[in-house]
């Protein structure tokens, strides 16, 4: 197998969210993908396994990609409330920015095998490391409340952010995902502080 790189292995990745968002996951045979990419068939098979593979590699690097991206966003930002609301307005942005992503994250790998499921939850542990590090920074720093069950904690943030992008992936209206990081920010940061006061940021929010 070929070294898990180089411009045709993200050719390929890029290929499979567009085939995958387009026509679901059990109707995305291999070849769809390699047509998309502009490979052969058997290229494919030089990266990956078989198409369950491609689907988790997938996930990795969309995943790492933001993980890496958002811990270089949030290094130099000092107060917690902050950090908070640069990741929700970084992570609605992504999203966004690639509906066909969202819909590969959001819808499509949740209707794969449980072999896919049970990998893709050993590959979330960063992300959920990296949720439970801001919000210990928050705790340590006095902001947040220090009574804070931190996994709880960072269950009710993933979990927030992700039922928010789920419904306006599944959403029939059209509207701009980056509209609901301000209720979401004020939702969490209430829900966080030592006494439910929080400072605002309307421009890390986009507004």
């Known amino acids: 197998m070929a ?13 499979a969210v567009k085939v ?10 291999v070849a769809k993908i390699a047509r998309e990419a502009g490979v052969a068939d058997g290229t494919i098979y030089l990266y990956f396994q078989n198409k369950e593979d491609v689907l988790i590699s997938l996930f990795r690097i969309k995943l790492g990609d933001f993980t890496n991206a958002a811990r270089n966003a949030l290094q130099e930002i000092d107060n917690p409330f902050e950090r908070l609301a640069r990741l929700i307005t970084l992570q609605f942005q992504r999203m966004q920015n690639d509906r066909a992503l969202a819909s590969v994250l959001q819808i499509q790998l949740r209707q794969s095998e449980t072999t896919i499921r049970r990998a893709i939850a050993k590959i979330i542990k960063e992300y959920y490391n990296f949720l439970e590090e801001i919000i210990a920074d928050g705790m340590n720093k006095g902001a947040f409340s220090r009574d804070l069950d931190i996994k709880v904690a960072r269950k009710m943030i993933f979990g927030t952010l992700d039922e928010i992008t789920t419904c306006w992936v599944l959403s029939s209206r059209q509207y701009d995902l980056l509209t609901q990081a301000r209720p979401a920010y004020r939702l969490l940061a209430r829900a966080l502080s030592v006494d439910g006061t929080f400072p605002d940021f309307p421009a890390i929010l986009g507004e």
């Open 3 to 15: 070294r898990r790189s180089g411009e045709k292995y993200r050719a390929i990745i890029e290929a």
């Open 20 to 29: 995958i968002a387009e026509n679901g996951y059990h109707n995305s045979q």
